[in-house]
């Protein structure tokens, strides 16, 4: 049995676990990360790409944003279209100056992965068999295999951070759980193509033929979706078909201007929303998708897990350079009020935006509640304050800090 020590032992290097890592490391804080499969898997995970501000200053903190400040698109503004006709919401104007930035998920990964490399931090890619031991105690661990050898990795903290598949959420026992959850009765049908984008902002398409989204990665890269039936299968999906029913939900010219091209990743992904509270148990932390999930209708996924970074860091702070412990009961009720407005705002905009006249939503047929979100979304539409309310939570609420 191979012995490691570190003071904080990340599971999981997707976005949150790097992140974390990087920012620890950055205050004299040392972590092992420990993944369950390759870097280049992880980066082969297909994922939005638009970041708050708050998260792009914590890139810029963890010294991973070189490449997102120089190649990073400020957006000032998007638009939500209603069966062809367009609004534009200016997010800069309606907040006083905010925006986001359009850079890729998987670059941020892999931005932060090279951060991590160059700073000679450990991480185990392919370690199996993780499991977490007496997280309630003063000195938890964590046991893992890696090429064919028994590890046992002993800390102080153990931050969960492998996403909504992961182990460290099924550590906390099911008595002490409370899970939250919506599943939609739709997907998206997501399709990459190496196509100028359709617009510059994105283009939101609520449409009676069911909703559809016009994003980017870059002035040459585009990443499109459809909302499609639970049952369809990917094969089921040409890369024309695709297009020729994207055309018929996206408003009229910005059809006519679409460029189309083969698809370079397709895939269908389900909606859901899921909480779990409470997001630690004794000296393990629940960060990112491990605790929460939410449709990508307002793109607050890695917004969610850069938030929970964000507290968790501020309370490890305060623990190794304060020596106070008492802060880290904070954790969980901090992360949760910010989770619960972002999984709000992504669970209205998902129904506001998309089809459910063939189904059942809420406690009423789907052409009733079909008709009150139509009536909802026009409101909002219609006066500055209602597109200050999209806005406002579109370019992400203010994180919170810790009380003294
Ligand atoms: N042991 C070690 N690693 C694990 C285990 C395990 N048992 N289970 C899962 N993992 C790893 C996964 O392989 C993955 O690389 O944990 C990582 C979790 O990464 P993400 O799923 O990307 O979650 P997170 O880092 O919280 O990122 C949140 O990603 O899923 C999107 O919408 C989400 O954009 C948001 C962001
Ligand atoms: C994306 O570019 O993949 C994307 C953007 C915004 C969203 C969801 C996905 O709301």
């Known amino acids: 049995m191979n012995v490691l020590k570190t003071q904080v032992a990340i599971i999981g290097a997707g976005p949150s676990g790097l992140l974390l890592g990087q920012l620890l490391s950055k205050q004299g804080i040392s972590n092992i990360i420990l993944e369950r499969v390759t ?3 992880v980066l082969g995970r297909i994922r939005a790409g638009i970041l708050e501000q708050g998260f792009v200053e914590l890139v810029r903190e963890a010294g991973a944003a070189r490449r997102m ?3 990073g698109e400020i957006h000032d503004g998007f638009e939500i279209s209603v069966d062809g006709h367009r609004t534009h919401i200016d997010m800069k104007k309606l907040t006083g100056g905010d925006t986001v930035v359009c850079y890729g998920q998987v670059e941020i990964t892999r931005d932060l992965m090279a951060a991590r490399e160059t700073a000679g931090l450990i991480t185990y890619y392919e370690a199996t068999d993780v499991a977490l031991d007496n997280v309630k105690s003063a000195s938890p661990s964590v046991r893992f295999r890696h090429d064919n050898e028994a590890y046992t990795l002993q800390c102080d903290y153990i931050a969960g951070c492998d996403g909504f598949h992961g182990v460290s959420r099924q550590t906390i026992p099911a008595h002490i759980r409370t899970e939250h959850e919506r599943v939609y009765p739709f997907g998206w049908l997501g399709v990459l193509s190496e196509t100028p984008p359709v617009s510059k902002e994105l283009i939101y398409c609520k449409h009676q033929r069911g909703f559809a989204l016009a994003s980017k990665r870059s002035a040459s890269r585009s990443r499109y979706y459809i909302q499609v039936p639970l049952s369809d299968k990917v094969e089921d999906w040409s890369d024309d078909a695709f297009w020729q029913e994207l055309k018929k939900r996206l ?4 059809a006519a201007q679409l460029v189309t091209g083969p698809s370079i990743e397709k895939s269908i992904a389900p909606l859901r929303s899921f909480i779990c509270e409470p997001m630690q148990y004794g000296n393990l932390f629940l960060v990112g998708d491990a605790a929460h999930i939410v449709p990508p209708t307002g793109a607050k996924g890695l917004n969610l897990a850069a938030s929970d970074v964000a507290a968790l860091y501020k309370v ?3 623990v190794y350079q304060q020596g106070d412990k008492t802060c ?13 407005h972002g999984e709000r705002f992504s669970w209205w905009m998902t129904n506001m ?3 459910f006249t063939d189904m059942s939503a809420a406690d009423m047929d789907g052409k009733t509640f079909a008709r009150f ?14 597109q200050k309310v999209i806005a406002e939570q579109y370019v992400g609420l203010s994180y919170e800090e810790l009380a003294n």
Do not use: C, F, T
């Open 69 to 71: 400040d120089e190649e």
């Open 316 to 318: 490890l702070v305060r």
């Open 251 to 254: 408003p009229p010219e910005a």
């Open 328 to 340: 880290i009961k904070q954790y969980s009720e901090i992360a949760l009020r910010r989770v619960w």
């Open 39 to 41: 870097g280049d898997y």
């Open 373 to 386: 979100m139509q009536s909802e979304l026009s409101y909002y539409l219609a006066s500055e304050n209602g």
């Open 353 to 355: 935006l998309h089809n």
